[in-house]
């Protein structure tokens, strides 16, 4: 097995391609950073509200606290970055707060979950759950960091590889239309759980599906951020210096103008073909 000090900077291209695109670039996480955090939040509510409630039991209620601390201090970080300044001073810090930002939002919402599930099942064994959880998790992190290792041994993080995700940054990870059929098909089932088991049901539902996220999340994600910390760490390139920040822009602000431009052509074009099968209509009437 290589050590990953016998790779070169050419095996992990990919991630500088990401690094200089809108959704890894340090000055872009910044300003969408605290998402994270203020995600968090909301389970952060749901589970002290659950722990007043006497729901969760005294066991939890030091790691409901501690949630309420780390999701104040990690949203405080957070909103640091929206200087410029900060996200490029220090990118590799903010590499660290996106990588705990979204284990953290991974486990809050999901412990608050499955809080509500208990609040609406007594019998539910919630402690053993947690803990299953939270063990899953870590085997599916090192996993999944063990199959970036594969893959980074095959290539497949160099220029034309296709990374974690089987695609490069330049290609869209998901059209619309798929976005759209598997939020419709969630709720469809959903709703199938609500009709038959009511509110229980539905809860159960979101139970599996945040489990689903989790999985998302730590196995892309997490696993995508640390090799990149791991770039930035180890390769002085990988570190976006504020010249080139500038020119990223300036190529940003270029690609959105082409894109305008585009729809432009494309609306005029439109109205140009039904200008002229109106024409042609009045035409053959008279």
Not at 142 to 154: E, K, N, T, V, W
Request: net charge positive; with cysteine.
């Amino acid at each position: 097995m290589r050590a990953l000090s016998s790779f070169s900077e050419q095996d992990f291209e990919l991630f500088r391609n990401g690094v200089s695109s809108e959704r890894l670039n340090p000055v872009s996480m910044g300003g969408g950073l605290f998402i994270f955090p203020l995600i968090s939040s909301l389970g952060v509510y749901g589970s002290w509200a659950l722990t007043l409630q006497g729901i969760l039991g005294k066991n939890w209620s030091f790691l409901v606290i501690f949630q309420v601390f780390s999701a104040a201090l990690l949203f405080i970080l957070s909103i640091l970055f929206f200087s410029k300044w900060l996200s490029l001073k220090f990118q590799k810090f903010q590499m660290v707060v996106l990588i705990l930002n979204a284990i953290k939002m991974a486990f809050d919402l999901t412990f608050a979950c499955l809080g509500a599930l208990k609040q609406q099942v007594t019998a539910l064994p919630f402690d053993w759950i947690v803990i299953l959880y939270i063990l899953g998790s870590i085997l599916l992190f090192l996993l999944s960091i063990f199959r970036g290792y594969r893959l980074l041994q095959a290539g497949q993080f160099r220029e034309n590889g296709h990374g974690l995700l089987g695609r490069q940054y330049n290609e869209k990870i998901s059209r619309f239309s798929n976005i759209f059929s598997f939020a419709l098909g969630a709720a469809f089932i959903g709703a199938i759980g609500a009709a038959f088991f009511g509110e229980t049901g539905f809860t159960f539902v979101v139970v599996v599906a945040m489990f689903g996220l989790s999985a998302i999340i730590y196995s892309v994600g997490v696993t995508e951020f640390i090799f990149v910390l791991y770039c930035k760490l180890r390769f002085p390139s990988f570190n976006v210096t504020a010249e080139q920040q500038v020119k990223i822009d300036k190529e940003g602000k270029l690609f959105f103008k082409h894109i305008d431009r585009l729809e432009k052509e494309e609306k005029e074009a439109i109205k140009r073909q039904k200008h002229g099968k109106r024409k042609n209509s009045k035409n053959l009437r008279g």
